[in-house]
């Protein structure tokens, strides 16, 4: 593992600890898996690519309505939220429960956000 990677990983897992999120990943905009915090039960490879459409196609439907490119893609599950968060080349992948705060989830990653660009 690359110091970079590690520092990533170890970031993503520091969101983890102070806040709802329960999960996080970094992935670039090739759908490639950079850093991960995610569960062992969660294909992280499929969540990748998987991410990097979504942010794709987000970003194709927000200029198409003359919206701009996304800051989040939310996505309200029954027993989970994900936001996908658009970091210009890479895209950060928050997980947490149905009743987290999400105006709370989205502070916290706004300040993850300035250290995963100090570091890339």
């Known amino acids: 593992m690359s110091a970079k990677t590690k520092k990533l990983t170890e970031l993503l897992k520091s969101l983890e600890a102070s ?16 850093a991960t915090a995610l569960h062992t039960d969660v294909d992280e490879k499929a969540i990748a690519a998987m991410a990097a459409a979504l942010t794709a196609i987000g970003t194709r439907v927000g200029i198409t309505l003359e919206a ?23 895209s950060l992948i928050a997980t947490a429960p149905a009743e987290a705060k999400i105006g709370m989830i989205d502070f916290e990653l706004d300040k993850v956000t300035e250290d995963i660009k100090a570091i890339l």
């Open 19 to 34: 806040s709802e999120i329960d999960g996080a990943a970094l992935v670039s905009s090739k759908g490639q898996l950079m």
């Open 68 to 90: 701009g490119p996304p800051k989040n893609i939310v996505i309200e599950g029954v027993s989970k939220i994900v936001l996908v968060r658009s970091l210009d080349k890479v």
